[in-house]
């Protein structure tokens, strides 16, 4: 985006940051276990997940004519990517993160998630033909240790609990990564609309199979569950990715990524204050581990001339 220009003849100036619409969107998300944990604890995960994706589904209905007709002029590859944003990074991927919250705390699925960075680097460096330099690990172990003491609370002490809880959370992580390694294939040659239509779309018929496969009911059983699933899919869903993009079109990438920490440190008030799920000591520990390893491989990524992510040229 250019610069903005006067109504006078006086010198241009630059447009006005938005980091602070992007902490506004990383809080949002945040809220998202205030809905999904209550609801998660009455109701079967793709269950919540088809709901949400048909609601989703409907709102962005207008664009769907224009996103398909985007879709049929990628080629083959493009297509792939597509159907692989919308099976796996949207449907599969919500179902893992929604059974998360049954088998653990609110807290931990949020900070997981933080390690999508880390394995969208390794994403691209397997799709994408790049490579990773060795500062690449001075990141990522951290990392993996905060979330082996997230897992843990006692580091040896392995509880399967715990570690049901985090691997479905990190699985949910590694399809999202996988997602955003996916849209750089596609990233220019459909508009961002069109692909969050196409993702929302893709990703219904999937979670209708996943929906019979698992004899679950097609809708949420009465009016409160409705209007749980229509707060998640319209507030930390839609609305926190819309206010999200228009943040970011004028956020320095460094900057978003410490905005973005609004995310787990919302989470963690809600789970802490809110929803009475503390976190052990070591598990803070961890998660504190977890953010501030990811946080710096960030901006790392955007501020440092040798990068962990090498192009092969």
Same mark, same amino acid.
């Given at each position: 985006?250019?610069?903005?220009?006067?109504?006078?003849?006086?010198?241009? %100036?630059?447009?006005?940051?938005?980091?602070? &619409?992007?902490?506004?969107?990383?809080?949002?998300?945040?809220?998202?276990?205030?809905?999904?944990?209550?609801?998660?604890?009455?109701?079967?995960?793709?269950?919540?997940?088809?709901?949400?994706?048909?609601?989703?589904?409907?709102?962005?209905?207008?664009? !769907?004519?224009?996103?398909?007709?985007?879709?049929?002029?990628?080629?083959?590859?493009? %297509?792939?990517?597509?159907?692989?944003?919308?099976?796996?990074?949207?449907?599969?991927?919500?179902?893992?993160?929604?059974?998360?919250?049954?088998?653990?705390?609110?807290?931990?699925?949020?900070?997981?998630?933080?390690?999508?960075?880390?394995?969208?680097?390794?994403?691209?460096?397997?799709?994408?033909?790049?490579?990773?330099?060795?500062?690449?690990?001075?990141?990522?172990?951290?990392?993996?240790?905060?979330?082996?003491?997230?897992?843990?609370?006692?580091?040896?002490?392995?509880?399967?609990?715990?570690?049901?809880?985090?691997?479905?959370?990190?699985?949910?992580?590694?399809?999202?990564?996988?997602?955003?390694?996916?849209?750089?294939?596609?990233?220019? %040659?459909?508009?961002?609309?069109?692909?969050?239509?196409?993702?929302?779309?893709?990703?219904?018929?999937?979670?209708?199979?996943?929906?019979?496969?698992?004899?679950?009911? !097609?809708?949420?059983?009465?009016?409160?569950?409705? &209007?749980?699933?229509?707060?998640?899919?319209?507030?930390?869903?839609?609305?926190?990715?819309?206010?999200?993009?228009?943040?970011?079109?004028?956020?320095?990438?460094?900057?978003?990524?410490?905005?973005? !920490?609004?995310?787990? &440190?919302?989470?963690?008030?809600?789970?802490?204050?809110?929803?009475?799920?503390?976190?052990?000591?070591?598990?803070?520990?961890?998660?504190?581990?977890?953010?501030?390893?990811?946080?710096?491989?960030?901006?790392?990524?955007?501020?440092?001339?040798?990068?962990? !992510?090498?192009?092969?040229?």
């Amino acid at each position: 985006m250019g610069v903005l220009r006067s109504s006078t003849s006086g010198p241009t %100036r630059a447009p006005r940051d938005l980091t602070w &619409l992007i902490a506004v969107a990383a809080a949002l998300w945040g809220t998202d276990a205030l809905l999904r944990l209550p609801l998660a604890e009455t109701v079967a995960a793709p269950t919540i997940v088809f709901a949400e994706h048909l609601v989703l589904t409907l709102v962005l209905a207008p664009l !769907l004519p224009r996103s398909l007709r985007a879709f049929r002029r990628l080629d083959a590859g493009g %297509r792939w990517a597509v159907v692989g944003i919308g099976v796996g990074a949207s449907a599969i991927a919500t179902t893992l993160f929604t059974l998360s919250f049954t088998v653990g705390d609110p807290i931990t699925p949020a900070v997981v998630q933080k390690l999508q960075p880390v394995v969208a680097l390794v994403g691209a460096a397997w799709l994408l033909g790049e490579r990773l330099s060795r500062r690449f690990w001075w990141f990522a172990l951290p990392a993996l240790a905060g979330v082996w003491l997230l897992a843990f609370p006692d580091p040896f002490h392995v509880a399967v609990d715990h570690l049901v809880a985090v691997l479905l959370a990190l699985g949910a992580a590694v399809l999202w990564a996988g997602g955003t390694v996916l849209g750089r294939l596609v990233a220019t %040659r459909l508009e961002p609309l069109e692909l969050t239509t196409l993702r929302f779309s893709f990703g219904l018929p999937a979670m209708f199979v996943v929906v019979l496969a698992t004899g679950s009911p !097609l809708w949420v059983p009465d009016v409160p569950s409705s &209007l749980a699933v229509l707060g998640i899919a319209l507030v930390p869903g839609l609305g926190a990715m819309a206010l999200y993009y228009v943040g970011l079109r004028r956020t320095p990438a460094s900057r978003a990524t410490l905005a973005e !920490l609004a995310y787990p &440190l919302t989470a963690a008030l809600i789970g802490v204050f809110v929803l009475s799920r503390p976190l052990e000591p070591v598990q803070w520990v961890g998660a504190v581990l977890v953010v501030a390893s990811v946080t710096a491989l960030s901006w790392h990524e955007n501020r440092a001339r040798d990068r962990a !992510l090498v192009t092969v040229a």
